[in-house]
């Protein structure tokens, strides 16, 4: 038996909210307990840790729905079972669509609706909040932060995406995507969980643009990101073997010994 959902609605526009309340009607084990018509108004309901799923607008005039998301992370919130709705173009939607359960694409289509509910109860029976959690995080990390009026140094901006050149089309990966990174004899392979896409660049020019908070040079092959570690163990001569979320094995060189057990030290 599929468990009982307390579900929040938040869009500014109210025939918006309608439709998902018609749509949610053949759902019964998700429960609207709550309508937000603003950021303001979800933020505060979402603080009161009441609501199991979100359906969460991002265009919003006060706060937009990553914005709410942010403030939530900042106050040490956790963070519940979101599906963006979005009118979005296609490129907006794809940096989206791993790190929540889905996202809907306005105007709302019933199938499309019915397959992203499927989703959030698979979710929810495999206590997979946690995870969800992590992967909001590294969306939220990589969004643009509310204008402030304090005066702050400047910054180094990192590189949060790549452009992937084929034939036929070009496309973005995401940064938080990549599992890791392996320099091959004419580029570099970008391994996400499922694919490896070819980019014409050197590793020593991507590790410099890279986030080193989550991106870690191992081995003159191989860049990781921590984000995806799953398990690690000691190897021979004091070499590390990484096991990375799609479920590829990367070892590391002892000459990056010192850098990894600098990584390392965080968790101590």
């Known amino acids: 038996m599929s468990p009982r959902?307390?579900?929040?609605?938040?869009?500014d526009e109210p025939l918006a909210r309608s439709l998902v309340r018609e749509l949610l009607a053949d759902f019964p084990d998700l429960t609207i307990t709550g309508e937000c018509p603003n950021g303001t108004e979800a933020l505060a309901a979402l603080q009161t840790g009441a609501y199991d799923v979100v359906f969460l607008d991002v265009q919003m005039p006060d706060l937009d729905g990553v914005q709410v998301?942010?403030?939530l992370q900042a106050a040490g919130q956790p963070?519940?079972?979101v599906v963006?709705?979005?009118a979005y173009d296609?490129?907006?939607?794809a940096a989206f669509a791993l790190h929540a359960v889905d996202y809907l694409l306005k105007p709302l289509d019933p199938d499309r609706f019915a397959e992203c509910v499927r989703r959030v109860q698979q979710q929810a029976t495999q206590h997979q909040t946690l995870t969800l959690g992590a992967d909001l995080a590294a969306l939220l990390r990589a969004w643009p932060?509310?204008?402030?009026?304090a005066i702050s140094p400047p910054t180094k901006e990192y590189q949060d995406r790549f452009v992937v050149k084929q034939p036929e089309r070009q496309f973005f990966v995401p940064a938080a995507e990549v599992c890791y990174l392996e320099a091959t004899g004419s580029g570099v392979l970008l391994h996400t969980a499922r694919a490896a896409h070819a980019v014409r660049v050197s590793l020593g020019q991507l590790a410099e643009r890279l986030d080193p908070a989550y991106f870690l040079r191992i081995h003159r092959s191989f860049v990781i990101n921590t984000a995806h570690i799953v398990e690690f163990k000691s190897w021979a001569h004091g070499e590390y073997l990484f096991r990375m979320a799609n479920g590829q094995h990367v070892s590391s060189s002892r000459s990056y010994n010192a850098a990894i057990q600098q990584f390392?030290?965080?968790?101590a």
């Open 90 to 93: 296609q490129y907006a939607v």
């Open 79 to 81: 963070l519940p079972l």
């Open 145 to 149: 932060a509310p204008p402030s009026t």
């Open 264 to 267: 390392l030290k965080r968790f």
């Open 5 to 11: 959902l307390c579900t929040l609605l938040v869009d």
């Open 84 to 86: 963006f709705v979005t």
């Open 69 to 71: 998301l942010q403030r």
